[in-house]
């Protein structure tokens, strides 16, 4: 069992957390609008992120954001799994790592995503002994960064065939077997692989190549993402057949809830979101539930400005800003912070953004990257937080908010190894954000 160990600034309690009643529903809808985890109801708890309940139905006081803790720090025994996600063990397999966290939760392990509390960009996570589970060679008192994957001894044998087929066919993802026992701060207690959907927006071969990178399947398991794959929605699915009902389209598939718990559009114009808003309002709805909506470039600007729907982190919009050459790195304690090594944006029609003189986030935590020198809000590279500001980037999971991303740039490039290849660090950033989604964790 996990071991939590008690720290005086978090609530944490019991024993290792219950998979059962995880966010979201296996059987397909993410939660309901009023509610946080997919839980549809909080029979014991409240659900209503005022400290009293935690809302997943067990009646324990919460911390006041509707998850039930904070995070946890965790003792973890030898024999534990550790994915790294560094540059030092992880180089060439960095972006594929998370084809292999995908595929663990696709087979129900439950993983521990290790995230220092207060760290800064290329600070160490945890120290641990290990063993390549490849090679069998010993790694001593190795300070693991970037954010590693954790499986707890427990559930080895759950993982373990899923590890062992993963590393027979992907020769350059590397998995460690802890030799020595070890504590981490669990940040996220992931439980369930994303359901993912691409928007066919004209620029669909882009999110593709990024999940082609991690080798991260459509809903069928095909890995190419054809162009008739069900997840790949265009205009009318994600319209709808009505532009009263905003709940009426694929994302939701006839259902009260989304059936996704990802959805992304990675270039998409301006005047097309104009003459389709139908497109954009149903994109609001699906975040009033917990899901996460990833945009890139131009879908940045189609989405955020939109003047009858959009606005879902800004109060009047975001203006386009020059590319940075250099960066300052916010809030690198967060998932959507995890990344080793060098960084660099790329260009396109949106490589950065702005806010309007005298404008501010709808919270203050939004800002992850950004041009060096430059206040939050100037020259912004990578922005998130829940939709129109309802609770602090920060938090876990928001009630009746899904969660926003925003990285400027055209596409970015998926070559290794990642250390020699800073311009793919930007689909690190993206890759975190399929798990950080609040449908995939407890």
């Given at each position: ?6 720290l005086?600034?978090?609530?944490c ?41 935690d809302g ?21 025994g030898?024999?534990?799994l ?10 060439m ?7 292999l ?13 290790a995230i ?12 641990t002994?290990a063993?390549?589970?490849?090679s ?13 994957f ?6 080895v044998?759950?993982?373990l065939?899923v ?6 066919a992907n020769?350059?993802?590397n ?20 359901t993912i959907?691409i ?42 057949p009505?532009?009263v009902?905003?709940?009426?389209g694929?994302?939701?598939g006839?259902?009260e809830?989304?059936i ?12 097309e979101?104009l ?6 309002a149903?994109v ?25 729907f ?5 109060p009047n ?7 940075p050459?250099?960066?300052?790195f ?13 960084f660099?944006?790329v ?17 203050s ?6 041009e ?6 100037v020259?912004?590279v ?6 129109n500001?309802?609770?602090p980037?920060s938090?876990?999971v928001?009630?009746?908010?899904g969660?926003?991303?925003?990285l400027?740039?055209h ?31 407890k």
């Amino acid at each position: 069992m996990l071991t939590l160990l008690a720290l005086p600034e978090l609530a944490c309690g019991g024993d290792r957390p219950a998979t059962d009643g995880a966010d979201g529903d296996a059987g397909g809808t993410l939660g309901t609008e009023s509610g946080d985890d997919g839980s549809g109801s909080d029979e014991s708890g409240d659900a209503t992120a005022d400290g009293t309940g935690d809302g997943d139905g067990d009646g324990d006081p919460g911390d006041g954001d509707g998850d039930g803790d904070d995070g946890l720090v965790v003792a973890f025994g030898p024999g534990a799994l550790i994915i790294p996600m560094d540059t030092d063990f992880q180089d060439m397999g960095m972006l594929e790592a998370y084809g292999l966290l995908y595929q663990l939760l696709l087979a129900k392990v439950p993983v521990s995503w290790a995230i220092a509390p207060g760290k800064e960009l290329g600070d160490v996570d945890f120290t641990t002994s290990a063993v390549d589970l490849r090679s069998g060679a010993e790694v001593l008192d190795h300070g693991y960064r970037g954010g590693p994957f954790v499986v707890h001894p427990d559930d080895v044998a759950l993982a373990l065939p899923v590890v062992q087929d993963w590393l027979d066919a992907n020769p350059n993802t590397n998995v460690h077997e802890a030799s020595a026992p070890f504590e981490v701060f669990v940040a996220r207690y992931l439980l369930q692989a994303p359901t993912i959907a691409i928007f066919a927006d004209g620029n669909e071969d882009i999110a593709r190549g990024y999940l082609l990178a991690a080798k991260i399947p459509d809903s069928t398991g095909d890995l190419s993402w054809p162009d008739d794959s069900p997840d790949l929605l265009d205009v009318d699915e994600v319209a709808g057949p009505s532009d009263v009902d905003h709940q009426d389209g694929a994302l939701f598939g006839g259902k009260e809830a989304p059936i996704y718990c990802q959805f992304m559009s990675m270039h998409w114009g301006i005047n097309e979101a104009l003459n389709n808003p139908e497109v954009v309002a149903e994109v609001g709805q699906y975040l009033r539930f917990s899901t996460h909506f990833f945009a890139e470039c131009q879908a940045v600007n189609a989405f955020e400005n939109h003047p009858e729907f959009g606005h879902f982190l800004t109060p009047n919009g975001l203006e386009i800003a020059d590319r940075p050459t250099t960066y300052d790195f916010y809030r690198m304690d967060t998932p959507f912070g995890q990344h080793d090594g060098s960084f660099e944006s790329v260009g396109g029609s949106e490589p950065a953004y702005t806010l309007p003189a005298g404008d501010s986030y709808l919270e203050s935590d939004t800002t992850i990257i950004s041009e060096a020198g430059t206040a939050e809000g100037v020259a912004d590279v990578w922005m998130t937080g829940f939709r129109n500001g309802q609770c602090p980037a920060s938090a876990k999971v928001c009630p009746g908010a899904g969660k926003i991303s925003y990285l400027g740039g055209h596409a970015y490039d998926t070559k290794l190894p990642i250390s020699q290849n800073p311009t793919t660090v930007g689909v690190r950033l993206f890759l975190n954000s399929l798990f950080e989604a609040p449908c995939t964790f407890k």
